[in-house]
């Protein structure tokens, strides 16, 4: 059996509007989403679709995930800023300090995303959306490395990355400390079954390895089957893709 990861899901005010920003920024291109709301589809290595999906709550804390991007050049982290910028974006203030060589931002509903100084090392091989920084303990990370069947790329000072067999962003959990869940979260992901997988079977094998059954599922889940890793974090299972 296998699980493929289909898509990161945002809960947003106006989904058009923040597609259009992530459009523009990742120069991705914007399509009808099947399930709801707006997609982006990527045009690179990324391996999964973005979706905006409507959600009327207020956003009142920091997400437990961000997009880590990243520069060629000095030259190339300043332009991407600009671009940011221009788009609707904003610089974020978060604790980084006047030293930090990455550039803390928001987009126009205030979702983080940092833009990583040129001679990052831990992404140099990755694109331009070199990762997707998570919160969450060295165990959350052996969960999704399981999950999703990715190897295992950091496994070091109790901080955990996994990556796809075929390329793309990595996925990081930074170890302690882990703020405190705190309300249902604007991020979450969408997983599928590979073509032919048995949605059933795959519940049953995220179960065996920790994650719990939600009554209330999150935004935009209604014809999936809810669900949260061990940490908490909500996550839809979608029927195998056809």
Not at 86 to 113: S, T
Request: contains cysteine.
């Amino acid at each position: 059996m296998s699980l493929d990861l289909v898509a990161l899901c945002v809960g947003a005010h106006d989904p058009l509007r923040l597609a259009r920003f992530w459009a523009g920024l990742l120069n991705w291109q914007t399509a009808d989403d099947p399930l709801q709301g707006v997609a982006l589809l990527p045009s690179d290595d990324t391996g999964f679709r973005v979706r905006f999906v409507l959600d009327a709550e207020e956003k009142k804390k920091q997400n437990q995930m961000h997009f880590d991007l990243t520069s060629t050049s000095l030259e190339d982290q300043q332009c991407t800023v600009a671009r940011a910028l221009d788009l609707g974006g904003r610089h974020l203030d978060i604790g980084q300090g006047p030293d930090a060589r990455h550039v803390v931002m928001a987009d126009p509903e205030g979702n983080e995303f940092c833009v990583i100084e040129p001679d990052n090392a831990f992404l140099a091989e990755c694109g331009f959306v070199g990762a997707l920084a998570c919160d969450g303990s060295q165990q959350v990370g052996y969960f999704w490395n399981r999950a999703l069947d990715w190897p295992l790329v950091w496994d070091q000072d109790q901080e955990t990355a996994i990556r796809s067999p075929r390329g793309g962003p990595k996925i990081t959990w930074g170890g302690p400390p882990v703020p405190p869940k705190a309300g249902r979260n604007r991020l979450r992901f969408d997983l599928a079954p590979s073509a032919g997988g048995d949605q059933q079977a795959e519940a049953g094998r995220l179960l065996s390895l920790g994650a719990t059954r939600l009554d209330d599922g999150p935004g935009g889940c209604s014809q999936a089957l809810a669900m949260a890793d061990p940490a908490g974090n909500e996550f839809c299972l979608w029927p195998a893709r056809s």
